[in-house]
């Protein structure tokens, strides 16, 4: 196997890791809706997940692991990936925002501020700011 074939086959696995992860909060309330199945396949196309894998995860989407990225980033734009999720069916139910403060932690968040990380993360993409700004207000939010 090629290095090239490593590194692709490690970065699709992290794409697929990642999907599932927003499978996991689609999935808190026990439904996905039409706008979370939206945003699913919209988001399978950008993480480059076929259709075969992208019903394999739907499947079983629990058996795969939360993988933090290094980059602190990264990990802030999986948390905006995330908090969309959250909002893609305009309700937001306490199952969600528990979820997604477990997977805020498995980001590698710290456990001591996750819910504050969590609370200005939605807020920020309720109120319709671009990943861009979501990025900056979350380095900032103590300033």
């Known amino acids: 196997m090629s290095i090239f074939n490593m590194f692709d086959s ?15 909060v689609a999935m808190s309330d026990g439904v996905i809706t039409e706008n979370e199945r939206t945003f699913l396949h919209r988001l399978a196309a950008k993480l480059n997940i076929s259709e075969d ?19 602190y980033d990264l990990r802030l734009g999986r948390l905006y990936d995330l908090a969309t999720m959250v909002y893609a069916d ?26 504050y990380v969590v609370d200005k993360a939605l807020k920020l993409v309720n109120a319709g700011v671009d990943k861009d700004n979501f990025l900056d207000e979350i380095k900032n939010m103590n300033r």
């Open 53 to 71: 894998e992208y019903k394999v995860i739907l499947k079983d989407y629990k058996s795969h692991p939360i993988n933090p990225p290094t980059s």
């Open 10 to 24: 490690g970065f699709k696995k992290r794409n697929q890791d990642h999907f599932a992860s927003i499978v996991r």
């Open 90 to 115: 305009d309700v937001l139910g306490e199952k969600q925002k528990d979820m997604l403060e477990r997977l805020g932690i498995g980001l590698g968040f710290s456990t001591g501020n996750i819910s």
